[in-house]
């Protein structure tokens, strides 16, 4: 558009040709794209907005809201919201900014999601909760073992299963037993790998210690007495890291599970690789994470679909 930023429009051909190239996507969703980037590029302009960096998560919010005063139509501003996700994902992936400030704007009427699945912001809130504020053994496997839960997107059975021997640190991979002994191995993510050592290192010896009697020297998860996690107390830690975070939905033992899979899937991963990651004997039951995710839902049919848009 005449008038814009030329770095503006620089960044826009770029995005363009990324999806039409990379990605692959016909000539008539790139238009498509095209069309709703110059709606949204106009509005930022009348705006003063002329640097992607400059963009606010209220001047999204302002738009959306424009377009809902222009008569426009729930579908047509989820879609054309879409468009702009994509876009400021494109400019976060692609180092031109340092956030992507349309993340948390929804589009009118938009389906929530169950309430036993937490946003990834809620998922910060509580694993920061639990990072230890003293060099405490406890608070040091309470923290290992959130990330670890999150991580892997474990059952808490399978977490408290497993053994020091299960994880190989140095590729970064855990061994898990799940049903029927079925057996897999699942990559662990830095940020879980960080705590883990950090436990084993600094806490896990310690909990061993004050066991009464032999010595457990497999399990990687202890409790106070030095001996294997149960089940319970795990949730106990889930439920309390929880009350800490002060997070506005109830948390159950499999909450970190379901965020991990839903996050995943709104992430890029396929289905298949997310059934080969929680231990699903079937697809189906993975799927059912992909109706908790209406925006993953809505722009992948926006891409793929030939007579998705007007």
């Given at each position: 558009m005449t008038g814009m930023n030329s770095g503006m429009d620089e960044l826009v051909t770029q995005f363009l040709e990324y999806i039409g190239v990379e990605r692959g996507l016909s000539p008539a969703t790139v238009s498509a794209y095209q069309s709703d980037l110059a709606m949204y590029r106009e509005w930022l302009e009348r705006h003063g907005v002329e640097d992607a960096a400059a963009i606010s998560q209220d001047d999204v919010e302002q738009f959306v809201a424009w377009m809902h005063e222009d008569g426009q139509s729930a579908t047509s501003i989820s879609r054309r919201l879409a468009s702009v996700h994509m876009f400021h994902r494109f400019l976060l992936n692609n180092g031109d900014v340092v956030a992507d400030v349309s993340a948390a704007v929804k589009p009118p009427k938009n389906a929530q999601t169950l309430p036993d699945v937490l946003t990834v912001e809620q998922v910060s809130a509580l694993l920061d909760a639990a990072t230890p504020v003293v060099?405490?053994?406890?608070?040091?496997?309470?923290?290992?073992?959130?990330?670890?839960?999150?991580?892997t997107g474990c059952r808490v059975s399978e977490a408290t299963g497993a053994d020091l021997n299960d994880v190989d640190m140095e590729n970064r991979l855990v061994k898990l037993t799940g049903k029927g002994n079925k057996q897999r191995l699942v990559p662990l993510g830095s940020y879980a790998l960080k705590a883990l050592e950090q436990y084993v290192a600094q806490g896990r010896e310690r909990l061993e210690a004050k066991s009464t009697g032999a010595r457990e020297r497999r399990a990687i998860f202890l409790n106070k007495r030095g001996k294997r996690l149960s089940r319970q107390s795990a949730w106990e830690v889930i439920a309390q890291a929880g009350e800490r975070a002060h997070l506005p939905v109830a948390l159950h033992p499999h909450t970190l599970r379901h965020s991990c899979a839903t996050h995943l899937l709104a992430g890029g991963m396929d289905v298949r690789t997310v059934q080969e990651m929680l231990g699903h004997a079937?697809?189906?039951?993975?799927?059912?994470?992909t109706h908790v995710?209406?925006?993953?839902?809505?722009?992948?049919y926006i891409m793929?679909?030939?007579r998705a848009r007007g």
């Open positions: 060099d405490d053994p406890v608070q040091l496997r309470d923290k290992a073992l959130l990330e670890f839960l999150y991580a079937s697809v189906t039951t993975t799927q059912r994470y995710t209406p925006d993953a839902l809505i722009e992948t793929s679909h030939p």
